[in-house]
């Protein structure tokens, strides 16, 4: 059998765990924020070069963004990525998911065979989550999100969904789409062996619009359907309320908030009993 | 390929290549998850990183700058800095360990080693299947190694080395030790031939472990060589062609130390950063009082000046230009600065740096070690002047 060839998309995004807010004009911080690579690809990555060492595969990373995230594509490469992809252009700025998704859709097509995409579950810096389904739409693959673990049988995938209360497990025949959460894996450090190969200007592949070969009207800000208007703090009501007296005191006040929040309903908690059963008991 | 040459030759330029960038953001992340949470423990508890540093040979850690023809990652030298510097930040126990593998072990053989003897010592050392050690002060010579009393007597196609080598990093945990001894009575540094030794070969007893004050987590040790017998093919470089062509490849070793006291240097002014401005004492923080900011001003602006040196004296290397006086002065003053930014860093955690939870205590403890190996304060003055009057 040929070995499997896996395309994985990959964002560079500001470390948000990094950037600040400035106290005096109250917005986000950027400059000096170093750039990462969108932590959950990282774990797309991971499963691509699982596969890489138990199957067989040619491994290919694939990312839009400004000339310089070209370095996000060196990491991969750095992690053990065969061959890297960077999609930058002037006429992709200002690309909403939906035209990310088409753009990074013609960029498959150019590369033209796969068998499977692999993606992060959703970038931090958008939380959307809606590439990935976007990408597999325009093209017509199946989709699998949000997996948490995936085994792998001839040309069939067995996936495990995590969601929000429950698993699901789906069969799909390859070639799909698959999006990936960061539970799947702990994605590899990359590796010094790798650097200096990985930062050969040759090993990364460029592509612009004219490569694609799509109108301009078709890209960027101006074939983007949604528009931010506006991007702000949301402003912060919690306020701290503190307790007082003996223990047991404390914990049937705390459980009386609780309960006037309807934090203890039972259709949130199945303990509900236990926690009467313990109140009554202080 | 031209116009890029005129480029880059009208230019002076401070910026780190990619390459640069991804193996400093590699070792701070390897840094972050496979040394931090348990540098402290080690430190107190005078464990050795033997785990950690497996991980870290898997990752191309143990051959930063050896070419990958002999099993290393082919990395330059200020990729190299950059990587000892992040490690040191975070454990200055495991940046010595890996410095002094890499630049006085590993390197040396690279430099001045036959091509069996990369094959057989220097391919497992990059690779991180053997560790490396490098034994030149005795209880009698330490700042003047010339006056070394071990002994290797040619017995055939053999040499026996009887003599004993203390304060040896990684001296019980190493494979592969690279010793200095005398094989010519009648001359000084010109009677002196570095030997590979295979730890496998015997007649090495070592010695206990030091209970040091700081760089706690790598063990130092007395190296007892009783009858040691060596091929005489393990000879590295010329037989006696002196201290000089060892201490030569030694340079480098230099700029790896340097390196390690910017990385202490830094994690104190970071700790002093953030504690300076969460702390408040007379209804506002610490950091808002002018005798604070000074210090912070001092910190930073050595902090820079040591960073300057040492990337240049890393980069004067990669260029193949000479950098003995400048790797001098590279360690002189980023050690220097580390202990004054941790001296400064305590100061400005009041009763809280003098305690083992705070970082800025291990900072302090480790910054006046590295004051003093791989050649004091007071010898990098005498290189300096050495080259300054000459
Ligand atoms: C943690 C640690 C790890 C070490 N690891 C190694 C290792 O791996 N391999 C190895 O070979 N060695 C190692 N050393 C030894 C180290 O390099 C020596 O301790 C150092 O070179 C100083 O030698 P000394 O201790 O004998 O001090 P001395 O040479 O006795 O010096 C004592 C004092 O006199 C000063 N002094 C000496 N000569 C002069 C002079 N001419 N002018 C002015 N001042 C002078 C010194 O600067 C110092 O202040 C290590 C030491 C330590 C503490």
């Known amino acids: 059998m040929h070995p499997l060839k896996i395309i994985v998309t990959v964002k560079q995004v500001p470390d948000t765990n990094q950037v600040k807010i400035d106290p005096v004009t109250n917005s986000l911080v950027r400059e000096g924020v170093p750039s990462i690579i969108n932590p959950e690809d990282r774990n797309a990555i991971e499963v691509a070069l699982w596969f890489k060492e138990h199957v067989g595969a040619e491994t290919t990373a694939l990312c839009m963004g400004p000339p310089q995230a070209v370095s996000a594509l060196e990491e991969a490469l750095a992690m053990g990525i065969d061959k890297a992809v960077l999609l930058s252009d002037r006429a992709f700025a200002g690309s909403d998911t939906l035209v990310t998704a088409f753009t990074l859709s013609r960029a498959v097509m150019k590369i033209g065979t796969y068998d499977l995409i692999l993606c992060g579950r959703q970038a931090i810096d958008g939380d959307t989550a809606q590439v990935g389904p976007q990408l597999a739409g325009f093209l017509g693959l199946p989709q699998i999100t949000y997996a948490e673990e995936i085994q792998y049988d001839g040309m069939t995938l067995t996936i495990r969904r995590g969601l929000e209360d429950s698993n699901e497990w789906i069969r799909v025949k390859l070639p799909a789409l698959v999006t990936v959460s960061a539970g799947i894996n702990r994605p590899r450090h990359p590796s010094l062996y790798n650097i200096v190969a990985a930062c050969d200007p040759e090993r990364i592949t460029r592509l612009t619009a004219t490569d694609l070969k799509v109108p301009a009207a078709m890209l960027g800000l101006t074939a983007s359907p949604t528009k931010v208007k506006k991007i702000f703090e949301p402003e912060r009501h919690a306020r701290a309320e503190m307790l007082e007296g003996e223990p047991s005191h404390m914990a049937r006040q705390l459980i009386e908030k609780l309960r006037a929040l309807h934090a203890l309903d039972r259709e949130h908690n199945p303990h509900e009993r236990e926690v009467s059963s313990a109140f009554n008991r202080l | 390929?031209?116009?890029?040459?005129?480029?880059?030759?009208?230019?002076?330029?401070?910026?780190?290549?990619?390459?640069?960038?991804?193996?400093?953001?590699?070792?701070?992340?390897?840094?972050?998850?496979?040394?931090?949470?348990?540098?402290?423990?080690?430190?107190?508890?005078?464990?050795?990183?033997?785990?950690?540093?497996?991980?870290?040979?898997?990752?191309?850690?143990?051959?930063?700058?050896?070419?990958?023809?002999?099993?290393?990652?082919?990395?330059?030298?200020?990729?190299?800095?950059?990587?000892?510097?992040?490690?040191?930040?975070?454990?200055?126990?495991?940046?010595?360990?890996?410095?002094?593998?890499?630049?006085?072990?590993?390197?040396?053989?690279?430099?001045?080693?036959?091509?069996?003897?990369?094959?057989?010592?220097?391919?497992?050392?990059?690779?991180?299947e053997k560790l490396g050690a490098f034994a030149l002060t005795e209880p009698n010579a330490g700042s003047d190694p010339a006056s070394l009393e071990t002994v290797a007597e040619r017995h055939g196609d053999h040499f026996i080395l009887n003599g004993t080598k203390t304060f040896i990093t990684n001296g019980s945990t190493a494979d592969i030790v690279l010793v200095m001894a005398r094989t010519d009575r009648t001359k000084r540094s010109r009677g002196i031939t570095a030997f590979i030794v295979d730890k496998s070969f015997g007649g090495i007893i070592v010695g206990s472990k030091e209970n040091k004050l700081g760089i706690r987590a790598s063990d130092t040790c007395e190296l007892i060589f009783k009858r040691c017998t060596v091929p005489a093919a393990n000879v590295l470089g010329e037989l006696g062609a002196g201290l000089g062509a060892a201490l030569d490849t030694l340079t480098f070793g230099r700029v790896g130390v340097a390196a390690q006291a910017l990385g202490v240097a830094e994690c104190a002014f970071e700790e002093s950063i953030r504690y300076s401005t969460q702390r408040k004492q007379f209804g506002r923080p610490i950091a808002d009082f002018q005798a604070i900011q000074w210090m912070l001003a001092d910190m930073a602006t050595e902090i820079e000046a040591a960073r300057s040196l040492v990337y240049r004296a890393a980069w004067l290397k990669d260029r193949g230009k000479p950098f003995a006086a400048e790797a001098s002065m590279a360690k002189l003053y980023a050690s220097e600065t580390a202990m004054r930014c941790a001296t400064k860093a305590v100061q400005i955690h009041g009763g809280y740096g003098c305690m083992k939870d705070y970082r800025v205590e291990r900072c302090f403890r480790d910054a006046k070690v590295i004051e003093i190996y791989e050649g004091t304060s007071e010898i990098q003055r005498l290189i300096i002047a050495r080259n300054v009057t000459k």
């Open chain 2, 1 to 128: 390929m031209a116009t890029l040459f005129l480029y880059t030759a009208r230019i002076m330029d401070f910026e780190l290549t990619n390459q640069h960038r991804l193996a400093r953001a590699t070792a701070r992340d390897v840094a972050r998850t496979e040394l931090a949470p348990y540098a402290q423990e080690w430190d107190q508890t005078m464990t050795f990183p033997g785990e950690a540093l497996k991980k870290l040979a898997r990752l191309g850690f143990m051959g930063i700058s050896i070419p990958k023809a002999y099993g290393g990652c082919g990395l330059d030298s200020i990729s190299y800095v950059l990587i000892i510097e992040e490690l040191a930040k975070v454990c200055a126990s495991t940046a010595i360990i890996v410095s002094v593998h890499n630049s006085v072990c590993a390197y040396p053989i690279f430099m001045l080693g036959t091509e069996e003897q990369k094959q057989s010592y220097l391919v497992p050392l990059s690779r991180g």
